[in-house]
């Protein structure tokens, strides 16, 4: 499935309650700074930091129709795993994403600093048409940029390559990130969680706003390079869109996902 809507939902999200509150103070613009993992604990685990993606939300506010932008960045870490009857493929993902704080007056208006791990995971599954049976497994502490949060598992089903394929999805309520707010979002295959569990708790806790921008592997381009979709207003509150430089891939206003045919674009959440 597309690699880049689920996550682009979250900041989409939170835009949609700030949106008009940045129009009315004339600050048109907003932008997070992207985030990663240290190199060993990328090396210690097998993941490889795959591509650094901008994921920008514009939204029309106001009498005069202002544009309003957020732009979130989202780093990807992928891993070759066993999934089962499909054999060993890039199945594993661990997203690290950044929205920004947007404070007034000393109120944050980013709610996403408010979400739960549950409420996050409706809007994973609110802008996701691949994954059924989703089940709140167990939560337990972490520790991400030396801020104590919560690290709650769900399990699921998830399309792949026309298989369900039963998967663990591991999210982290936001913490601070300098300027920003930061989430991760690990998802692995069921046949793999007694080696993954502990590889993802050990990237997130691996977390760190010095990322090396130079140590992906590739921009996006074995997903087709981009893309641009809309979220209906259930999500957004409005016409929002979200981009990330290009591609044909979108989002429709029932929620289903349109795939530009590139098989690479149906791994897990990725």
Not at 93 to 115: A, D, H, R, Y
Not at 153 to 166: K, L, N, Q, R
């Amino acid at each position: 499935m597309n690699r880049r809507t689920v996550i682009a939902g979250l900041g989409a999200a939170g835009l949609a309650s700030l949106s008009g509150c940045l129009g009315l103070l004339g600050m048109a613009e907003h932008e997070s700074s992207p985030a990663g993992v240290e190199a060993d604990a990328r090396a210690e685990t097998g993941y490889e930091q795959s591509a650094i993606d901008a994921l920008s939300i514009d939204r029309d506010v106001g009498p005069t129709n202002e544009t309003v932008t957020v732009t979130n960045h989202m780093t990807k870490h992928e891993k070759a795993v066993d999934m089962g009857p499909l054999g060993s493929r890039r199945g594993a993902v661990f997203n690290v994403l950044t929205t920004p704080q947007v404070s007034i007056f000393g109120k944050e208006l980013n709610p996403i600093e408010e979400m739960s791990t549950q409420e996050l995971m409706d809007l994973v599954r609110s802008n996701y048409d691949g994954i059924d049976n989703i089940s709140h497994d167990g939560d337990s502490d972490i520790t991400i940029l030396e801020q104590s949060t919560t690290r709650s598992e769900f399990t699921a089903d998830a399309e792949f390559d026309g298989a369900d394929i039963p998967v663990i999805i591991a999210i982290t309520e936001a913490v601070e990130a300098d300027e920003d707010l930061l989430v991760t979002i690990a998802v692995y295959p069921e046949y793999v969680e007694r080696q993954e569990d502990p590889n993802a708790t050990l990237l997130a806790e691996a977390v760190t706003t010095d990322v090396d921008e130079g140590a992906s592997s590739d921009d996006g381009g074995s997903d087709g390079g981009g893309v641009e979709s809309t979220v209906d207003a259930e999500v957004t509150g409005g016409n929002d869109s979200t981009h990330d430089g290009g591609g044909s891939d979108t989002l429709d206003g029932s929620g289903s996902i349109e795939l530009d045919g590139n098989e690479s674009d149906d791994d897990l959440l990725s």
